[in-house]
T-cell receptor
Framework: NAGVTQTPKFRILKIGQSMTLQCTQD?????MYWYRQDPGMGLKLIYY???????DKGEVPNGYNVSRSTTEDFPLRLELAAPSQTSVYFC???????????????FGPGTRLLVL | RKEVEQDPGPFNVPEGATVAFNCTYS??????FFWYRQDCRKEPKLLMS???SGNEDGRFTAQLNRASQYISLLIRDSKLSDSATYLC???????????FGTGTRLTVIP
């Protein structure tokens, strides 16, 4: 199993440009998440998904969009890049059992984004 | 008030030392607790879950005090390879996501 993979590893964007951060997991996890981590700060949840076709906002969703058309993929879209979106972005996935138990989250290696 | 608060450190300790990290959480409805480890420029990885009765995994011991809403991690006989940032993580009842502390940075010195 590759686990959670993310592309690209690093990207520089100009203000106003758009891009999609890709995330794929091969563990058949139903839950997937996008976090951002700023220097010296904890991870902040951007969006999450509890299954294909279902997404919901996290703590800091403004400026981002997501979709979940398959169990495996959960891309994150930045439409109009701003310097405030300079950060490291982590995708994660986990399995949530119907009886309420959620397994640990597995993280991808991250995408470093610089907006100039 | 932050959901999860940690002392950011840094903690600089010699090899072989014992070091303890503390964490407090604000929501009494929190149900699951974890310590994650994050190496420099890497993703967080689960170190251990924290159970109500306390639990141990080799040199690592985790404790939970629900009354005080307090979690701790004790590392005995520190190794150079323990140098990392340790993240306190909490899951609230009914929530679909985890809440992360800002992390405590540990450097083990030869």
């Amino acid at each position: 199993n590759a686990g959670v993979t993310q592309t690209p590893k690093f990207r520089i964007l100009k203000i106003g440009q758009s891009m999609t951060l890709q995330c794929t997991q091969d563990m058949n996890h139903n839950y997937m998440y996008w976090y951002r981590q700023d220097p010296g700060m904890g991870l902040k949840l951007i969006y999450y998904s509890v299954g294909a076709g279902i997404t919901d906002k996290g703590e800091v969703p403004n400026g981002y969009n997501v979709s979940r058309s398959t169990t495996e993929d959960f891309p994150l879209r930045l439409e109009l890049a701003a310097p405030s979106q300079t950060s490291v972005y982590f995708c994660a996935s986990s399995y949530y059992w119907s009886h309420g138990y959620q397994e640990t989250q597995y993280f991808g290696p991250g995408t470093r984004l610089l907006v100039l | 008030r932050k959901e999860v608060e940690q002392d950011p450190g840094p903690f600089n300790v010699p090899e072989g030392a014992t070091v303890a990290f503390n964490c407090t959480y604000s929501n009494s409805a929190s149900q699951s607790f974890f310590w994650y480890r994050q190496d420099c420029r890497k993703e967080p990885k689960l170190l251990m879950s924290v159970y109500s009765s306390g639990n141990e995994d080799g040199r690592f011991t985790a404790q939970l005090n629900r009354a005080s809403q307090y979690i701790s991690l004790l590392i005995r006989d520190s190794k150079l390879s323990d140098s990392a940032t340790y993240l306190c993580v909490v899951k609230q009842t009914g929530a679909n996501n985890l809440f992360f502390g800002t992390g405590t940075r540990l450097t083990v010195i030869p």
